[in-house]
Protein backbone atom coordinates (compact mmCIF):
# COMPACT_ATOMS: atom_id res chain seq x y z
CA UNK A 1 0.00 0.00 0.00
CA UNK A 2 1.19 3.16 -1.21
CA UNK A 3 0.88 6.41 0.50
CA UNK A 4 -1.69 7.19 -2.84
CA UNK A 5 -3.47 4.29 -2.42
CA UNK A 6 -4.39 5.12 0.89
CA UNK A 7 -5.66 8.74 -0.18
CA UNK A 8 -9.58 8.80 -0.16
CA UNK A 9 -11.46 10.60 -3.45
CA UNK A 10 -11.63 13.88 -1.34
CA UNK A 11 -7.98 13.95 -0.75
CA UNK A 12 -6.81 12.85 -3.93
CA UNK A 13 -8.85 15.41 -5.73
CA UNK A 14 -7.31 18.22 -3.29
CA UNK A 15 -3.75 16.95 -4.20
CA UNK A 16 -4.88 16.47 -7.77
CA UNK A 17 -6.01 20.03 -7.79
CA UNK A 18 -3.26 21.75 -6.38
CA UNK A 19 -0.79 19.50 -8.61
CA UNK A 20 0.78 18.02 -5.61
CA UNK A 21 0.32 14.17 -7.75
CA UNK A 22 -1.08 13.55 -11.06
CA UNK A 23 -3.27 11.57 -12.48
CA UNK A 24 -1.12 9.23 -13.84
CA UNK A 25 1.05 8.86 -11.06
CA UNK A 26 -2.44 7.79 -9.07
CA UNK A 27 -3.34 5.35 -11.72
CA UNK A 28 -0.02 3.65 -11.78
CA UNK A 29 -0.03 3.49 -7.62
CA UNK A 30 -3.15 1.89 -7.84
CA UNK A 31 -2.23 -0.81 -10.69
CA UNK A 32 0.78 -1.79 -8.88
CA UNK A 33 -1.18 -2.46 -5.82
CA UNK A 34 -3.54 -4.33 -8.15
CA UNK A 35 -0.53 -6.62 -9.19
CA UNK A 36 0.75 -7.60 -5.95
CA UNK A 37 -2.57 -8.13 -4.54
CA UNK A 38 -4.93 -9.26 -6.74
CA UNK A 39 -3.80 -12.76 -6.75
CA UNK A 40 -4.30 -13.39 -3.11
CA UNK A 41 -7.58 -11.46 -2.93
CA UNK A 42 -9.14 -12.47 -6.80
CA UNK A 43 -11.34 -9.38 -7.16
CA UNK A 44 -10.20 -8.31 -10.41
CA UNK A 45 -11.48 -10.20 -13.28
CA UNK A 46 -10.09 -8.03 -15.98
CA UNK A 47 -7.92 -5.49 -15.47
CA UNK A 48 -7.78 -2.86 -18.14
CA UNK A 49 -4.27 -1.01 -17.52
CA UNK A 50 -4.20 0.51 -21.26
CA UNK A 51 -7.64 1.90 -20.98
CA UNK A 52 -6.61 3.56 -17.30
CA UNK A 53 -3.42 5.13 -18.36
CA UNK A 54 -5.15 6.53 -21.65
CA UNK A 55 -7.85 8.11 -18.85
CA UNK A 56 -5.13 9.17 -16.91
CA UNK A 57 -3.17 10.87 -19.56
CA UNK A 58 -6.00 12.46 -20.32
CA UNK A 59 -7.01 13.58 -16.88
CA UNK A 60 -3.99 15.15 -16.33
CA UNK A 61 -4.45 16.87 -19.62
CA UNK A 62 -7.40 18.21 -18.32
CA UNK A 63 -6.39 19.64 -14.55
CA UNK A 64 -3.43 20.89 -16.79
CA UNK A 65 -6.00 23.12 -19.03
CA UNK A 66 -8.12 24.12 -15.84
CA UNK A 67 -11.09 22.08 -17.11
CA UNK A 68 -11.37 19.65 -14.13
CA UNK A 69 -14.44 17.10 -13.90
CA UNK A 70 -15.86 16.44 -10.56
CA UNK A 71 -14.28 13.06 -10.35
CA UNK A 72 -11.20 13.66 -12.67
CA UNK A 73 -8.42 10.92 -12.57
CA UNK A 74 -9.66 9.07 -9.98
CA UNK A 75 -9.17 5.59 -9.95
CA UNK A 76 -12.13 3.32 -9.52
CA UNK A 77 -13.08 -0.37 -10.22
CA UNK A 78 -16.37 -1.38 -12.32
CA UNK A 79 -18.12 -3.96 -10.75
CA UNK A 80 -18.69 -7.27 -14.01
CA UNK A 81 -22.54 -6.16 -14.45
CA UNK A 82 -21.84 -2.81 -15.80
CA UNK A 83 -21.76 -3.29 -19.38
CA UNK A 84 -18.52 -1.45 -20.67
CA UNK A 85 -17.81 -0.77 -24.19
CA UNK A 86 -15.13 -3.46 -25.60
CA UNK A 87 -14.22 -4.69 -21.81
CA UNK A 88 -15.22 -8.09 -20.73
CA UNK A 89 -18.58 -8.07 -19.03
CA UNK A 90 -19.73 -11.06 -17.83
CA UNK A 91 -21.87 -10.60 -14.44
CA UNK A 92 -19.41 -13.21 -13.50
CA UNK A 93 -21.35 -15.93 -15.51
CA UNK A 94 -19.96 -18.91 -17.64
CA UNK A 95 -22.77 -18.33 -19.61
CA UNK A 96 -21.90 -14.70 -20.90
CA UNK A 97 -18.35 -16.21 -22.05
CA UNK A 98 -16.29 -13.90 -24.35
CA UNK A 99 -19.23 -10.99 -23.96
CA UNK A 100 -17.55 -7.09 -24.87
CA UNK A 101 -20.63 -4.92 -25.24
CA UNK A 102 -20.57 -2.64 -28.12
CA UNK A 103 -22.19 -0.06 -25.99
CA UNK A 104 -21.35 1.42 -22.12
CA UNK A 105 -23.81 1.45 -19.36
CA UNK A 106 -25.13 4.94 -18.52
CA UNK A 107 -23.72 4.51 -14.65
CA UNK A 108 -20.33 4.26 -15.75
CA UNK A 109 -20.84 6.73 -18.97
CA UNK A 110 -21.44 9.22 -16.29
CA UNK A 111 -18.67 8.55 -13.94
CA UNK A 112 -16.05 8.64 -17.36
CA UNK A 113 -17.97 11.86 -18.73
CA UNK A 114 -17.21 13.32 -15.15
CA UNK A 115 -13.56 11.96 -15.54
CA UNK A 116 -12.94 9.06 -13.56
CA UNK A 117 -10.63 6.06 -15.02
CA UNK A 118 -11.53 2.44 -14.80
CA UNK A 119 -9.09 -0.33 -13.36
CA UNK A 120 -10.85 -3.07 -14.26
CA UNK A 121 -13.46 -5.51 -13.93
CA UNK A 122 -14.52 -6.68 -10.59
CA UNK A 123 -15.51 -10.42 -9.49
CA UNK A 124 -18.92 -10.78 -7.99
CA UNK A 125 -21.63 -13.57 -7.47
CA UNK A 126 -22.76 -14.87 -10.41
CA UNK A 127 -25.70 -12.63 -11.35
CA UNK A 128 -25.26 -11.02 -8.77
CA UNK A 129 -26.77 -13.95 -6.55
CA UNK A 130 -25.66 -14.82 -3.60
CA UNK A 131 -24.03 -13.52 -0.83
CA UNK A 132 -20.51 -14.21 -0.44
CA UNK A 133 -18.85 -14.46 -3.61
CA UNK A 134 -18.64 -18.27 -3.58
CA UNK A 135 -20.53 -18.53 -6.84
CA UNK A 136 -18.96 -16.55 -9.70
CA UNK A 137 -17.60 -18.45 -12.27
CA UNK A 138 -14.11 -16.87 -11.54
CA UNK A 139 -13.77 -17.68 -8.15
CA UNK A 140 -14.04 -16.81 -4.79
CA UNK A 141 -13.16 -13.24 -3.33
CA UNK A 142 -10.76 -13.06 0.09
CA UNK A 143 -11.85 -10.87 2.08
CA UNK A 144 -8.56 -8.87 3.27
CA UNK A 145 -9.39 -9.10 6.87
CA UNK A 146 -9.09 -12.02 9.05
CA UNK A 147 -9.81 -12.89 12.27
CA UNK A 148 -6.58 -11.84 14.70
CA UNK A 149 -4.48 -14.06 15.25
CA UNK A 150 -6.07 -16.40 11.91
CA UNK A 151 -4.79 -16.67 8.48
CA UNK A 152 -7.89 -18.38 7.35
CA UNK A 153 -9.53 -17.02 4.49
CA UNK A 154 -12.83 -15.12 5.14
CA UNK A 155 -15.68 -14.21 2.56
CA UNK A 156 -16.33 -10.41 1.76
CA UNK A 157 -20.01 -10.79 1.32
CA UNK A 158 -21.98 -10.36 -1.54
CA UNK A 159 -22.80 -10.18 -4.33
CA UNK A 160 -20.41 -6.73 -4.69
CA UNK A 161 -17.60 -9.11 -2.76
CA UNK A 162 -15.21 -8.19 -5.34
CA UNK A 163 -16.08 -4.16 -5.27
CA UNK A 164 -16.08 -4.44 -1.60
CA UNK A 165 -12.41 -5.73 -1.25
CA UNK A 166 -10.94 -3.86 -3.71
CA UNK A 167 -11.68 -1.07 -1.79
CA UNK A 168 -10.80 -2.40 1.31
CA UNK A 169 -7.47 -3.90 0.00
CA UNK A 170 -7.28 -0.52 -1.75
CA UNK A 171 -7.03 -1.61 -5.00
CA UNK A 172 -9.21 1.16 -6.15
CA UNK A 173 -9.89 4.21 -4.59
CA UNK A 174 -13.68 3.46 -5.02
CA UNK A 175 -15.79 0.60 -7.01
CA UNK A 176 -19.21 0.52 -8.55
CA UNK A 177 -21.33 -1.90 -6.46
CA UNK A 178 -24.86 -3.01 -7.07
CA UNK A 179 -27.50 -3.97 -4.36
CA UNK A 180 -30.84 -6.03 -5.49
CA UNK A 181 -31.38 -7.61 -1.91
CA UNK A 182 -28.27 -6.50 0.03
CA UNK A 183 -25.20 -6.90 -2.45
CA UNK A 184 -23.85 -3.50 -1.51
CA UNK A 185 -24.22 -3.34 2.20
CA UNK A 186 -23.82 -6.67 3.13
CA UNK A 187 -20.03 -6.77 1.84
CA UNK A 188 -19.67 -3.06 2.61
CA UNK A 189 -20.61 -4.10 6.58
CA UNK A 190 -18.14 -7.25 5.78
CA UNK A 191 -15.18 -5.21 4.62
CA UNK A 192 -15.20 -2.42 7.09
CA UNK A 193 -16.25 0.11 4.09
CA UNK A 194 -18.98 2.11 3.16
CA UNK A 195 -21.43 1.80 0.31
CA UNK A 196 -25.33 3.37 -0.16
CA UNK A 197 -28.02 1.41 -2.44
CA UNK A 198 -30.11 4.85 -3.05
CA UNK A 199 -33.59 5.13 -4.07
CA UNK A 200 -35.06 2.86 -6.42
CA UNK A 201 -34.98 4.96 -9.70
CA UNK A 202 -32.02 7.47 -8.73
CA UNK A 203 -29.41 5.64 -10.85
CA UNK A 204 -30.39 4.25 -14.66
CA UNK A 205 -30.23 1.07 -15.04
CA UNK A 206 -29.66 1.12 -18.53
CA UNK A 207 -26.64 -1.13 -19.51
CA UNK A 208 -26.45 -3.28 -16.64
CA UNK A 209 -26.94 -6.86 -16.22
CA UNK A 210 -30.51 -7.41 -15.34
CA UNK A 211 -31.14 -9.35 -12.10
CA UNK A 212 -34.44 -8.45 -10.77
CA UNK A 213 -35.77 -5.72 -12.36
CA UNK A 214 -37.88 -4.08 -9.71
CA UNK A 215 -34.72 -4.47 -7.24
CA UNK A 216 -32.24 -3.59 -8.84
CA UNK A 217 -30.18 -0.04 -8.07
CA UNK A 218 -26.57 1.01 -8.95
CA UNK A 219 -24.53 2.48 -6.10
CA UNK A 220 -21.02 3.46 -5.13
CA UNK A 221 -18.54 1.72 -2.42
CA UNK A 222 -15.90 3.40 -1.34
CA UNK A 223 -13.95 4.21 2.27
CA UNK A 224 -15.54 6.83 3.63
CA UNK A 225 -19.03 8.57 3.46
CA UNK A 226 -18.03 11.64 1.66
CA UNK A 227 -16.66 9.70 -1.21
CA UNK A 228 -19.92 8.12 -1.19
CA UNK A 229 -21.83 11.51 -1.48
CA UNK A 230 -19.14 12.12 -3.89
CA UNK A 231 -19.55 9.17 -6.34
CA UNK A 232 -23.48 9.04 -5.88
CA UNK A 233 -23.75 12.55 -7.23
CA UNK A 234 -21.82 11.27 -10.41
CA UNK A 235 -23.58 8.18 -11.22
CA UNK A 236 -27.12 9.61 -10.41
CA UNK A 237 -29.45 10.79 -13.33
CA UNK A 238 -32.38 10.23 -15.62
CA UNK A 239 -32.10 8.77 -18.46
CA UNK A 240 -34.30 8.19 -21.47
CA UNK A 241 -33.14 4.94 -21.86
CA UNK A 242 -34.30 3.57 -18.68
CA UNK A 243 -38.03 4.74 -17.98
CA UNK A 244 -38.13 3.87 -14.54
CA UNK A 245 -34.94 6.33 -14.01
CA UNK A 246 -36.49 9.38 -11.59
CA UNK A 247 -36.28 12.89 -13.21
CA UNK A 248 -35.63 14.26 -10.10
CA UNK A 249 -32.69 16.87 -9.39
CA UNK A 250 -29.44 15.34 -7.93
CA UNK A 251 -28.73 17.09 -5.25
CA UNK A 252 -24.84 17.88 -4.14
CA UNK A 253 -24.45 15.51 -1.62
CA UNK A 254 -21.44 16.44 -0.24
CA UNK A 255 -23.07 19.29 1.06
CA UNK A 256 -24.66 16.95 3.35
CA UNK A 257 -21.45 16.40 4.77
CA UNK A 258 -21.11 17.91 8.14
CA UNK A 259 -24.58 19.20 8.79
CA UNK A 260 -25.64 19.08 12.33
CA UNK A 261 -28.60 16.40 12.95
CA UNK A 262 -29.72 17.81 16.08
CA UNK A 263 -33.56 17.97 16.08
CA UNK A 264 -33.57 15.13 14.36
CA UNK A 265 -36.06 12.18 14.36
CA UNK A 266 -34.19 8.50 13.93
CA UNK A 267 -36.02 5.45 14.30
CA UNK A 268 -35.08 2.31 15.96
CA UNK A 269 -36.78 -0.09 14.92
CA UNK A 270 -38.02 -2.68 17.45
CA UNK A 271 -38.41 -5.80 14.66
CA UNK A 272 -34.90 -5.99 13.35
CA UNK A 273 -33.77 -7.56 16.81
CA UNK A 274 -33.17 -10.82 15.78
CA UNK A 275 -33.68 -14.05 18.22
CA UNK A 276 -30.13 -15.95 17.73
CA UNK A 277 -28.38 -12.41 17.05
CA UNK A 278 -24.54 -12.40 18.27
CA UNK A 279 -24.13 -9.83 21.81
CA UNK A 280 -21.89 -7.82 19.69
CA UNK A 281 -23.79 -6.58 17.46
CA UNK A 282 -26.63 -5.41 19.75
CA UNK A 283 -24.30 -3.96 21.53
CA UNK A 284 -23.24 -1.74 18.24
CA UNK A 285 -26.58 -0.56 17.46
CA UNK A 286 -26.92 0.66 20.93
CA UNK A 287 -23.35 2.29 20.53
CA UNK A 288 -24.88 3.76 17.16
CA UNK A 289 -27.85 4.77 19.07
CA UNK A 290 -25.89 6.52 21.84
CA UNK A 291 -23.40 8.47 19.08
CA UNK A 292 -26.63 9.57 17.32
CA UNK A 293 -28.60 10.95 20.78
CA UNK A 294 -25.22 12.35 21.76
CA UNK A 295 -24.89 14.38 18.40
CA UNK A 296 -28.32 15.47 18.78
CA UNK A 297 -31.13 13.13 17.85
CA UNK A 298 -34.15 12.54 18.59
CA UNK A 299 -34.23 8.45 19.47
CA UNK A 300 -38.14 6.87 18.94
CA UNK A 301 -38.26 3.47 19.05
CA UNK A 302 -41.12 2.27 15.89
CA UNK A 303 -43.10 -0.82 14.26
CA UNK A 304 -42.41 -2.04 10.78
CA UNK A 305 -44.43 -5.24 11.53
CA UNK A 306 -43.92 -6.99 8.30
CA UNK A 307 -40.06 -6.91 8.40
CA UNK A 308 -39.60 -10.98 9.01
CA UNK A 309 -42.07 -11.08 5.83
CA UNK A 310 -39.59 -9.54 3.97
CA UNK A 311 -37.26 -12.22 3.08
CA UNK A 312 -39.66 -14.84 2.10
CA UNK A 313 -41.87 -12.46 -0.34
CA UNK A 314 -38.18 -11.33 -1.89
CA UNK A 315 -37.79 -15.02 -2.49
CA UNK A 316 -40.57 -15.25 -4.41
CA UNK A 317 -40.13 -11.87 -6.54
CA UNK A 318 -36.63 -11.59 -7.15
CA UNK A 319 -36.52 -15.47 -8.75
CA UNK A 320 -39.44 -15.00 -10.52
CA UNK A 321 -37.94 -11.89 -12.19
CA UNK A 322 -34.61 -13.34 -12.33
CA UNK A 323 -36.07 -16.10 -14.57
CA UNK A 324 -37.82 -14.20 -17.03
CA UNK A 325 -34.69 -11.95 -17.23
CA UNK A 326 -32.61 -14.80 -17.21
CA UNK A 327 -34.51 -16.53 -20.96
CA UNK A 328 -32.36 -14.18 -22.80
CA UNK A 329 -29.72 -16.82 -22.23
CA UNK A 330 -30.01 -19.58 -24.73
CA UNK A 331 -27.14 -19.91 -26.73
CA UNK A 332 -28.30 -17.48 -29.94
CA UNK A 333 -27.18 -14.02 -29.20
CA UNK A 334 -24.07 -14.00 -26.92
CA UNK A 335 -21.68 -15.88 -24.86
CA UNK A 336 -22.24 -19.05 -24.57
CA UNK A 337 -23.53 -21.79 -27.20
CA UNK A 338 -23.22 -25.84 -26.42
CA UNK A 339 -24.88 -27.59 -29.41
CA UNK A 340 -27.86 -30.37 -28.96
CA UNK A 341 -29.82 -32.34 -31.66
CA UNK A 342 -32.51 -29.35 -32.34
CA UNK A 343 -32.83 -25.97 -31.09
CA UNK A 344 -34.57 -26.75 -27.71
CA UNK A 345 -32.00 -29.21 -26.73
CA UNK A 346 -29.38 -26.68 -27.68
CA UNK A 347 -31.22 -24.06 -25.10
CA UNK A 348 -31.22 -27.00 -22.88
CA UNK A 349 -27.38 -27.68 -23.01
CA UNK A 350 -26.71 -24.28 -23.09
CA UNK A 351 -28.34 -23.28 -19.97
CA UNK A 352 -27.34 -26.38 -18.44
CA UNK A 353 -23.56 -25.86 -18.90
CA UNK A 354 -23.79 -22.02 -18.24
CA UNK A 355 -25.44 -21.22 -15.33
CA UNK A 356 -23.86 -22.74 -11.82
CA UNK A 357 -26.08 -24.08 -8.87
CA UNK A 358 -27.55 -20.61 -6.93
CA UNK A 359 -28.77 -19.69 -10.67
CA UNK A 360 -30.10 -22.43 -11.86
CA UNK A 361 -31.92 -22.88 -8.12
CA UNK A 362 -33.50 -19.27 -8.71
CA UNK A 363 -34.67 -19.88 -12.36
CA UNK A 364 -36.08 -22.80 -11.23
CA UNK A 365 -38.08 -21.20 -8.27
CA UNK A 366 -38.87 -18.53 -10.85
CA UNK A 367 -40.24 -20.93 -13.35
CA UNK A 368 -42.20 -22.52 -10.92
CA UNK A 369 -43.70 -19.73 -9.00
CA UNK A 370 -44.65 -17.99 -12.05
CA UNK A 371 -46.50 -21.19 -13.83
CA UNK A 372 -49.62 -21.56 -14.38
CA UNK A 373 -52.06 -21.95 -11.46
CA UNK A 374 -49.25 -20.98 -9.00
CA UNK A 375 -49.34 -17.33 -10.11
CA UNK A 376 -51.77 -16.06 -7.84
CA UNK A 377 -50.38 -18.49 -4.06
CA UNK A 378 -47.18 -17.15 -4.86
CA UNK A 379 -46.25 -13.94 -7.22
CA UNK A 380 -49.39 -11.79 -6.51
CA UNK A 381 -49.16 -12.61 -2.46
CA UNK A 382 -45.59 -11.62 -2.35
CA UNK A 383 -46.35 -8.39 -4.32
CA UNK A 384 -49.12 -7.61 -1.74
CA UNK A 385 -47.10 -8.11 1.24
CA UNK A 386 -44.74 -5.76 -0.83
CA UNK A 387 -46.93 -3.24 -0.40
CA UNK A 388 -47.96 -3.89 3.30
CA UNK A 389 -43.73 -3.82 3.96
CA UNK A 390 -43.71 -0.30 2.27
CA UNK A 391 -46.32 0.71 4.45
CA UNK A 392 -44.55 0.18 7.09
CA UNK A 393 -42.22 2.66 5.63
CA UNK A 394 -44.78 4.84 4.80
CA UNK A 395 -46.18 4.79 8.44
CA UNK A 396 -42.74 5.65 9.84
CA UNK A 397 -42.26 8.76 7.39
CA UNK A 398 -45.73 9.93 8.50
CA UNK A 399 -44.64 9.55 12.32
CA UNK A 400 -42.05 12.17 11.27
CA UNK A 401 -39.17 9.62 11.04
CA UNK A 402 -36.39 11.27 9.23
CA UNK A 403 -33.86 8.09 8.89
CA UNK A 404 -33.94 4.40 10.51
CA UNK A 405 -30.90 3.02 12.03
CA UNK A 406 -30.63 -0.92 11.88
CA UNK A 407 -27.57 -3.33 11.75
CA UNK A 408 -26.87 -4.20 8.80
CA UNK A 409 -25.73 -7.71 8.96
CA UNK A 410 -26.21 -10.51 11.75
CA UNK A 411 -22.87 -11.53 12.12
CA UNK A 412 -19.34 -10.31 10.53
CA UNK A 413 -17.60 -12.06 7.74
CA UNK A 414 -17.71 -15.82 7.88
CA UNK A 415 -15.36 -18.45 5.91
CA UNK A 416 -15.57 -19.81 2.19
CA UNK A 417 -17.70 -23.05 2.65
CA UNK A 418 -19.02 -22.80 6.32
CA UNK A 419 -22.71 -21.95 5.19
CA UNK A 420 -24.27 -24.53 2.07
CA UNK A 421 -27.64 -24.34 2.83
CA UNK A 422 -29.26 -21.94 0.97
CA UNK A 423 -32.01 -20.44 2.94
CA UNK A 424 -29.03 -20.19 6.02
CA UNK A 425 -26.91 -18.04 3.08
CA UNK A 426 -30.37 -15.74 2.21
CA UNK A 427 -30.51 -15.18 5.96
CA UNK A 428 -27.44 -12.88 5.65
CA UNK A 429 -29.92 -10.25 4.30
CA UNK A 430 -32.51 -10.10 6.36
CA UNK A 431 -31.73 -6.49 7.66
CA UNK A 432 -30.65 -5.25 3.86
CA UNK A 433 -33.60 -6.85 1.96
CA UNK A 434 -36.59 -4.63 3.30
CA UNK A 435 -35.26 -1.16 1.43
CA UNK A 436 -35.09 -3.33 -1.58
CA UNK A 437 -38.54 -4.42 -1.51
CA UNK A 438 -39.87 -0.73 -0.57
CA UNK A 439 -37.87 0.67 -2.70
CA UNK A 440 -35.81 3.12 -0.21
CA UNK A 441 -32.41 4.32 0.04
CA UNK A 442 -29.90 2.18 2.24
CA UNK A 443 -26.24 2.94 3.53
CA UNK A 444 -23.66 0.78 5.72
CA UNK A 445 -21.24 1.83 7.78
CA UNK A 446 -18.13 0.61 9.49
CA UNK A 447 -19.08 1.50 13.02
CA UNK A 448 -17.04 -1.19 15.34
CA UNK A 449 -15.27 -4.66 15.34
CA UNK A 450 -16.04 -7.74 16.87
CA UNK A 451 -14.19 -9.87 19.03
CA UNK A 452 -12.53 -11.79 16.56
CA UNK A 453 -11.16 -7.74 15.59
CA UNK A 454 -13.59 -8.29 12.29
CA UNK A 455 -15.56 -5.30 10.86
CA UNK A 456 -19.45 -4.85 11.32
CA UNK A 457 -21.56 -2.40 10.09
CA UNK A 458 -24.83 -0.40 10.92
CA UNK A 459 -27.31 0.99 8.51
CA UNK A 460 -29.22 3.71 7.92
CA UNK A 461 -32.74 3.74 6.12
CA UNK A 462 -33.80 6.65 4.40
CA UNK A 463 -37.33 8.37 2.97
CA UNK A 464 -37.70 8.09 -0.90
CA UNK A 465 -35.03 10.42 -2.76
CA UNK A 466 -33.64 11.71 0.39
CA UNK A 467 -30.08 10.48 0.22
CA UNK A 468 -28.37 13.73 1.16
CA UNK A 469 -30.10 12.64 4.99
CA UNK A 470 -28.29 9.07 5.09
CA UNK A 471 -24.91 10.90 4.15
CA UNK A 472 -25.50 13.63 6.85
CA UNK A 473 -26.34 11.25 10.01
CA UNK A 474 -24.07 8.42 8.30
CA UNK A 475 -20.96 10.97 9.06
CA UNK A 476 -21.48 11.38 12.46
CA UNK A 477 -21.23 8.06 12.60
CA UNK A 478 -18.07 7.96 10.96
CA UNK A 479 -16.92 10.32 12.90
CA UNK A 480 -17.92 8.92 16.34
CA UNK A 481 -17.11 5.21 15.33
CA UNK A 482 -13.46 6.09 13.77
CA UNK A 483 -12.34 4.27 9.97
CA UNK A 484 -11.64 0.72 10.11
CA UNK A 485 -8.34 -0.78 8.07
CA UNK A 486 -7.17 -4.41 8.35
CA UNK A 487 -4.56 -4.95 10.27
CA UNK A 488 -1.49 -6.18 8.11
CA UNK A 489 -1.24 -6.00 4.27
CA UNK A 490 -0.87 -9.85 3.96
CA UNK A 491 -2.58 -10.10 0.51
CA UNK A 492 0.44 -8.19 -1.32
CA UNK A 493 3.25 -9.70 -2.86
CA UNK B 1 -46.63 -26.73 -1.49
CA UNK B 2 -44.16 -28.60 -2.02
CA UNK B 3 -42.53 -30.10 -5.55
CA UNK B 4 -42.22 -33.94 -6.31
CA UNK B 5 -39.49 -35.15 -8.72
CA UNK B 6 -41.55 -35.22 -12.02
CA UNK B 7 -42.54 -31.52 -11.58
CA UNK B 8 -39.12 -30.45 -10.76
CA UNK B 9 -38.28 -32.43 -14.02
CA UNK B 10 -40.92 -30.05 -15.96
CA UNK B 11 -40.10 -27.21 -14.31
CA UNK B 12 -36.39 -27.37 -15.43
CA UNK B 13 -37.82 -28.45 -18.88
CA UNK B 14 -39.96 -24.99 -18.82
CA UNK B 15 -36.62 -22.91 -17.84
CA UNK B 16 -35.05 -24.90 -20.97
CA UNK B 17 -32.26 -26.15 -18.12
CA UNK B 18 -30.97 -29.84 -19.00
CA UNK B 19 -30.91 -31.62 -15.49
CA UNK B 20 -30.05 -35.13 -15.16
CA UNK B 21 -31.86 -37.64 -12.84
CA UNK B 22 -29.58 -36.85 -9.80
CA UNK B 23 -29.20 -33.09 -10.43
CA UNK B 24 -33.57 -33.74 -10.00
CA UNK B 25 -33.24 -35.40 -7.01
CA UNK B 26 -31.19 -33.20 -5.57
CA UNK B 27 -33.41 -29.45 -6.40
CA UNK B 28 -35.72 -31.26 -5.15
CA UNK B 29 -34.95 -31.16 -1.67
CA UNK B 30 -33.26 -27.69 -2.24
CA UNK B 31 -36.68 -26.29 -4.31
CA UNK B 32 -39.45 -27.76 -0.95
CA UNK B 33 -36.71 -25.65 1.25
CA UNK B 34 -37.05 -22.90 -0.23
CA UNK B 35 -40.68 -23.55 -0.79
CA UNK B 36 -40.95 -24.02 2.94
CA UNK B 37 -39.27 -21.25 4.30
CA UNK B 38 -41.63 -18.94 1.31
CA UNK B 39 -44.78 -20.28 3.01
CA UNK B 40 -44.56 -17.57 6.59
CA UNK B 41 -46.33 -15.94 4.10
CA UNK B 42 -49.48 -17.46 4.78
CA UNK B 43 -49.71 -15.74 8.26
CA UNK B 44 -50.00 -12.35 7.01
CA UNK B 45 -53.58 -11.50 6.02
CA UNK B 46 -53.44 -9.66 2.15
CA UNK B 47 -56.90 -9.13 2.25
CA UNK B 48 -58.13 -5.90 0.20
CA UNK B 49 -54.37 -5.28 -0.17
CA UNK B 50 -52.91 -3.94 -4.04
CA UNK B 51 -50.36 -5.71 -5.12
CA UNK B 52 -47.26 -3.37 -5.94
CA UNK B 53 -46.35 -3.05 -9.46
CA UNK B 54 -43.72 0.53 -8.58
CA UNK B 55 -42.30 1.25 -5.46
CA UNK B 56 -42.06 5.13 -6.87
CA UNK B 57 -45.31 6.54 -7.61
CA UNK B 58 -45.35 7.52 -11.14
CA UNK B 59 -47.32 7.13 -14.46
CA UNK B 60 -45.08 5.95 -17.17
CA UNK B 61 -42.95 8.03 -19.32
CA UNK B 62 -44.02 8.06 -22.85
CA UNK B 63 -41.92 8.93 -25.89
CA UNK B 64 -42.52 10.47 -29.27
CA UNK B 65 -42.96 7.07 -31.62
CA UNK B 66 -39.58 7.69 -34.06
CA UNK B 67 -36.78 5.66 -35.09
CA UNK B 68 -34.46 6.52 -32.47
CA UNK B 69 -31.90 4.02 -33.12
CA UNK B 70 -30.26 1.36 -35.08
CA UNK B 71 -28.64 0.59 -38.36
CA UNK B 72 -25.90 -1.43 -37.22
CA UNK B 73 -26.82 -4.81 -37.51
CA UNK B 74 -23.12 -5.66 -37.30
CA UNK B 75 -22.59 -4.59 -34.25
CA UNK B 76 -25.87 -6.23 -32.71
CA UNK B 77 -24.90 -9.91 -33.68
CA UNK B 78 -21.21 -9.28 -33.24
CA UNK B 79 -21.54 -11.24 -29.83
CA UNK B 80 -23.15 -14.08 -31.46
CA UNK B 81 -21.73 -17.76 -31.23
CA UNK B 82 -22.85 -17.96 -34.88
CA UNK B 83 -23.96 -15.77 -37.34
CA UNK B 84 -23.93 -15.15 -41.08
CA UNK B 85 -24.76 -12.08 -43.66
CA UNK B 86 -25.89 -10.28 -39.51
CA UNK B 87 -28.30 -13.21 -38.87
CA UNK B 88 -28.33 -15.07 -35.84
CA UNK B 89 -27.68 -18.93 -36.70
CA UNK B 90 -29.86 -21.80 -34.96
CA UNK B 91 -30.00 -25.14 -35.21
CA UNK B 92 -32.62 -26.22 -37.88
CA UNK B 93 -36.04 -25.54 -36.20
CA UNK B 94 -38.15 -26.50 -39.51
CA UNK B 95 -38.37 -29.69 -41.55
Known amino acids: MTELTKLTIAEARDKLAARDITASELTESY ?13 YIAVTGDIAREQAKASDAKIAAGEARPLEGIPLGIKDLYATKGVHTQACSHILDGFKPEYESTVTQNLFDDGAVMLGKLNMDEFAMGSSNETSFYGDVVNPWRRNGSDKALVPGGSSGGSAAAVAAHMCAAATASDTGGSIRQPAALTGTVGIKPTYGRCSRWGMVAFASSLDQAGPIGRTVRDNAILLKSMASVDAKDTTSVDAPVPNYEDFIGKSIKGMKIGIPKEYHMDGMPEEIEKLWQQGIAWLKEAGAEIVEISLPHTKYALPAYYIVAPA ?23 VEMYENTRAAGFGDEVKRRVMIGTYVLSAGYYDAYYLKAQKVRTLIKQD ?81 GEVIEQAAGRFEPSANWWSK | MSVDLSTVKRVARLARIKVDDEQAEKMTGELNAILGFVEQLDEVNIEGVEPMTSVVETSMKKRADGQTDGGYADKVVSNAPVSEDNFFMVPKVVE
Do not use: C, H
Not at chain 1, 31 to 43: P, T
Not at chain 1, 335 to 341: T, Y
Open chain 1, 31 to 43: LSAIDAGNEAINA
Open chain 1, 321 to 343: EASSNLARYDGVRYGLRVPGNDI
Open chain 1, 393 to 473: FDNAWADGVDAILTPTTPDAAFAPGEITDPVTMYLNDVFTVTANMAGVPGMSIPAGLNKDGLPLGLQLIGKPFEEGTLFQV
